[in-house]
């Protein structure tokens, strides 16, 4: 009788513990334990769980993080969680976050890198849009044995971090980033076009170089190639090419306007001291800069000045030219007088 009693009592306890074990699962497993709305959270590289569970804990995403762990280390997945930019549904468990997070289906953000920037703005970009290290990238971008790898004969690999718009996860590291680039510039620069730069007596590198001045000069679409001709053209007769954007490159700092010191700097960048082609490109062109430096007009100018529209007045003598600047430098000088005029009649409050 004792015995049957006993026997009783322990299957109670048991079947308690059952019961408390299976809403103890169920519970840390099942139950929502986010807020009602989409949450954007972060998993950087490095993190172990304990980090991961402390970050979400901070955020108000959820209320336990000893769940959040002993729901990871039960499902036995504690070790195959992935770094990124997570969106978080409403209302997810622990079970749907760490299958989230181990997915790898992080957020993709989507990044344009503009024609003509350098390597050094386009590692600040990834700085600010992705938390890339800039220093990091910039290593990466001279590192000779990762641009060996990448098969690009260059000592740098500015002018070959193609210029488009991407999508890329959060947590990307910045080889991952910069192999993705140069791929890019491999699809758009085919074997045909390699083919072309060889026929016109040059490497593809400098083709890229010459097309990175033109990306610097050009904004109008359809000056591109008569631009590339008056510089085909200074070629070819031996003359320097007086590029401002080579200047601009040696030039420290953000970009600004050119000044006539400036044209004294001793770099082999310098085109207003050096004839041909600087030793490598100035900046990072996109197609149409490179179809221009390989199919330039027949023109044969060789000066250009700017109208201050965005186009250029092309000029076959430097008579024509100098006459040229002589207007451009006018239109400058209304222009800064009606600004000042402007900035006067603001400070006076007069109306016309």
Excluded: C
């Excluded at 950087?44 to 970050?55: E, F, K, N, Y």
């Excluded at 790898?104 to 849009?129: C, D, N, S, Y």
């Excluded at 000044?259 to 001793?266: F, S």
């Excluded at 000045?305 to 100098?322: C, I, K, M």
């Amino acid at each position: 009788m004792q015995l049957r009693v006993a026997i009783r009592i322990s299957s109670v306890i048991f079947g308690a513990a059952l019961v408390a074990t299976g809403f103890f699962g169920y519970k840390i497993f099942f139950v929502a334990v986010t807020p009602d709305e989409e949450t954007q959270f972060k998993i950087r590289r490095g993190w172990v769980l304990s980090q991961i569970a402390d970050s979400l804990r901070a955020r108000g995403i959820i209320k336990s993080s000893e769940n959040f762990l002993s729901a990871a280390r039960i499902s036995r997945r504690a070790g195959q969680v992935k770094a990124g930019k997570y969106i978080i549904p409403q209302r997810s468990s622990n079970l749907d976050l760490i299958n989230l997070f181990v997915s790898g289906k992080a957020a993709r953000q989507r990044l344009t890198i503009p024609e003509g920037v350098t390597a050094e703005a386009i590692a600040g970009l990834l700085h600010r849009e992705l938390e890339i290290d800039s220093s990091e990238a910039m290593v990466l971008v001279k590192d000779k044995d990762f641009i060996d790898k990448l098969d690009i004969d260059a000592p740098s690999l500015e002018g070959y971090l193609y210029p488009n718009t991407y999508q890329f996860y959060w947590g990307d590291t910045p080889r991952d980033v910069i192999g993705l680039l140069v791929a890019e510039f491999r699809k758009r620069v085919p074997d045909s076009l390699v083919a072309r730069a060889d026929s016109l007596g040059l490497s593809l590198h400098q083709v890229v170089t010459l097309a990175s001045i033109i990306e610097g000069e050009a904004r109008v679409d359809s000056e591109r190639a008569v631009i590339s001709a008056v510089y085909w053209n200074r070629l070819k007769k031996g003359m320097r090419l007086q590029a401002d954007p080579t200047i601009q490159y040696i030039i420290p700092g953000p970009p600004r306007r050119v000044l006539n010191r400036d044209l004294e700097i001793d770099s082999p960048y310098n085109t207003y001291r050096y004839a041909g082609l600087p030793p490598g490109p100035v900046n990072n062109p996109g197609i149409k800069s490179i179809l221009a430096a390989l199919y330039p007009t027949s023109d044969r100018y060789l000066y250009f000045v700017a109208r201050g529209d965005g186009s250029h007045v092309f000029s076959y003598t430097l008579e024509q030219h100098n006459a040229a600047k002589r207007e451009f430098d006018r239109y400058r000088a209304k222009v800064r007088a009606n600004a000042r005029h402007s900035t006067s009649s603001a400070a006076t409050g007069k109306k016309f």
